[in-house]
């Protein structure tokens, strides 16, 4: 879509310079190749964010609903396509099942014990535990 976009813009920047000729004088040139190059570069930035999610979302990163709140912000303002696009990415995200996919943390292992620690192995048959063997030194 940006590069038909700017194809658009390109063609109506060279019919304005042509029919402007007749009227005395066309816009300079590099007025008209600065315009495409800003419109260019803004195309570009607003599509970076929407790619990235993309990205997150497939590959299910725990930070994807982040970024897809974030490309989503920035798809809304290319109206219409842009805006559904959004208001779809918002249902879903907001949903029970994007909170199922996307909205769980990675639970964490408990930290190990100090290196000092030393269990004792003894413990009473009466009490319900059982003798313990430490596993092997890793180190």
């Known amino acids: 879509m940006m590069i038909a976009s700017l194809a658009?813009?390109?063609?109506?920047?060279?019919?304005?310079?042509?029919r402007s000729q007749e009227m005395g004088g066309p816009p300079p040139p590099a007025f008209l190749g600065v315009i495409l190059v800003f419109a260019g570069i803004f195309n570009i930035v607003t599509t970076i964010p929407s790619i990235v999610a993309g990205y997150a979302l497939l590959k299910r990163r725990p930070w994807a609903k982040v970024a897809g709140?974030?490309?989503?912000v920035v798809a809304a303002?290319?109206?219409?396509?842009?805006?559904?696009?959004?208001?779809?990415?918002?249902?879903?995200l907001f949903?029970?099942?994007?909170k199922q996919v996307y909205g769980v943390k990675k639970k964490e292992l408990p930290p190990l014990p100090?290196?000092?620690?030393?269990?004792?192995?003894?413990y009473s048959a009466d009490d319900g535990w059982v003798s313990y063997t430490p596993p092997p030194d890793r180190h």
Request: glycine share 14%; charged share 10%.
């Open 8 to 18: 658009v813009v390109g063609f109506m920047f060279e019919n304005i310079y042509s």
């Open 69 to 72: 709140i974030v490309g989503g």
């Open 77 to 92: 303002m290319s109206f219409p396509i842009g805006t559904a696009v959004a208001v779809y990415t918002f249902w879903f």
């Open 95 to 98: 949903s029970d099942v994007g």
């Open 114 to 122: 100090p290196s000092e620690w030393q269990p004792t192995g003894r």
